[in-house]
T-cell receptor, first 115, second 115 residues
Framework: DAKTTQPTSMDCAEGRAANLPCNHSTISGNEYVYWYRQIHSQGPQYIIH???NNETNEMASLIITEDRKSSTLILPHATLRDTAVYYCIVRPPNAGGTSYGKLTFGQGTILTVHP | ETGVTQTPRHLVMGMTNKKSLKCEQHLGHNAMYWYKQSAKKPLELMFVYNFKEQTENNSVPSRFSPECPNSSHLFLHLHTLQPEDSALYLCASSSQREGLGDTQYFGPGTRLTVL
């Protein structure tokens, strides 16, 4: 599976946009980019995912570069409750049968939102 | 609320005890997963079930015994655990549709402490 590289930590002021980068230079053509976050001692929360096009939902926007070697998660108006560890994960689609796209978590980016 | 519930939320047990963790999903998914998250470490996949059949055992010691009686319920039976097994145990579910990326939704986790 393709590896991802994320900054260890980032800070953001409350109310401002938080832009979290992720490098995945070895991504394959059929691999998805997933973002999850984990607030301290809770289960990971799904945020968004994409394959080639940019995506937006009620939580965030995902910008994937044209060559798909990097992406950015954007939280448009960060709040204190967005303080969490953010994971960028590259995973293949399910191949059928017992072969599925494994979700491999790294260390992620610790985002701290300040008042 | 993700549609995946776990009980208990906290568990303290001695090394000679036998206990079970329970996970239930209300999302109509066919696949369920157990993950372990030790302090300051990434999530580690333990077991995967697809339509009640175990499809992956990630070299987990036999003192952890999973059970999946149906697609909605998943158990993790614990016996003769060691203090280093203290961790956050997370359950997840997904639809594992062939050829697509599927999103895993996580429960809140069970914080296990082995004395």
């Amino acid at each position: 599976d393709a590896k991802t590289t994320q900054p260890t930590s980032m800070d953001c002021a409350e109310g401002r946009a938080a832009n979290l980068p992720c490098n995945h230079s070895t991504i394959s053509g059929n691999e998805y980019v997933y973002w999850y976050r984990q607030i301290h001692s809770q289960g990971p929360q799904y945020i968004i995912h994409g394959l080639k096009n940019n995506e937006t939902n009620e939580m965030a926007s995902l910008i994937i570069t044209e060559d798909r070697k990097s992406s950015t998660l954007i939280l448009p108006h960060a709040t204190l409750r967005d303080t969490a560890v953010y994971y960028c994960i590259v995973r293949p689609p399910n191949a059928g049968g017992t072969s599925y796209g494994k979700l491999t978590f790294g260390q992620g980016t610790i985002l701290t939102v300040h008042p | 609320e993700t549609g995946v519930t776990q009980t208990p939320r906290h568990l303290v047990m001695g090394m000679t005890n036998k206990k079970s963790l329970k996970c239930e999903q209300h999302l109509g998914h066919n696949a369920m997963y157990w993950y372990k998250q030790s302090a300051k470490k990434p999530l580690e996949l333990m077991f995967v079930y697809n339509f009640k059949e175990q499809t992956e055992n990630n070299s987990v010691p036999s003192r952890f015994s999973p059970e999946c009686p149906n697609s909605s319920h998943l158990f993790l039976h614990l016996h003769t655990l060691q203090p280093e097994d203290s961790a956050l145990y997370l359950c997840a579910s997904s639809s594992q549709r062939e050829g697509l990326g599927d999103t895993q939704y996580f429960g809140p986790g069970t914080r296990l402490t082995v004395l």
